[in-house]
């Protein structure tokens, strides 16, 4: 499958406006460098509380920027760090298959989680409550969601959409989020198509059934099946868009959030 024939502007594709926002590019120091992210924040309102957006497959593109825009619209600051810079850059791939290959595979959650921290640091430094973190992904973030939210104490709330559950993208990736709900400090809303082959249901099945066997947080997350939606529903900028159900899913999103970050800690 080639990249340009599940990418690219439709009509459908949603632009979020800037106007009242302090956003933009910057780069995030780690423990070897630094990283580039795209950071949105609402611009007259003091220690917002944040949300790590984390990428698709495909890397911090404009939806996951317009993604991070329309959190802050909502108060919040929002940070979408490039997480496979070390291995590549994304946007110079076509084919999905040979960007899993030459560089997802090679991306070990370590890795990946270490610079969301790096992040929750360089946005505490600019501002952000960082005691009220919350988390979001999409595809190949959507897993990162799950793990997130059983690395990291002082997360509050993840939503993963249409995240793997039950497998990675390469030998890197040694537990999956079936493997971790006994360790899980937030709850996480789960968002999921009906119809995605590459989620089949009975990988969801076995999550629930994981998730009423975990940790308190894990038993406080919730899973939502559309039953007619496949891969990547939310992605306006895709054919696989489906608009009612995204809008539905944004919604129960901000609610999750709002439910778990409105108050300092």
Known sequence: MSFSSITGSTESTLHTSADGLRHGLVDIPTADGTLSAYYAAPADLERPPLILVIQEIFGVHEHIKDVCRRFAVQGYMAVAVELYQR??????????????????????????????????????????????????GFCWGGRQVWMYAAHNPQCKAGVAWYGKLAAGHGPLQVQNPIDVTADMHAPVLGLYGGQDASIPLDDIRRMEACLAQGSAAARASEIVVYPESGHAFYADYRPSYRADDAQNAWNKALAWFERHLSNPA
């Open 87 to 136: 291995q590549g850059d994304a946007a110079g791939y076509t084919d999905i298959s040979l960007l899993i290959k030459d560089i997802v595979s090679k991306v070990p959650d370590e890795q990946v989680l270490a610079d969301l921290d790096a992040s929750v640091e360089w946005a505490n430094s600019q501002g952000a409550d960082t005691t009220r973190l919350g988390v979001t």
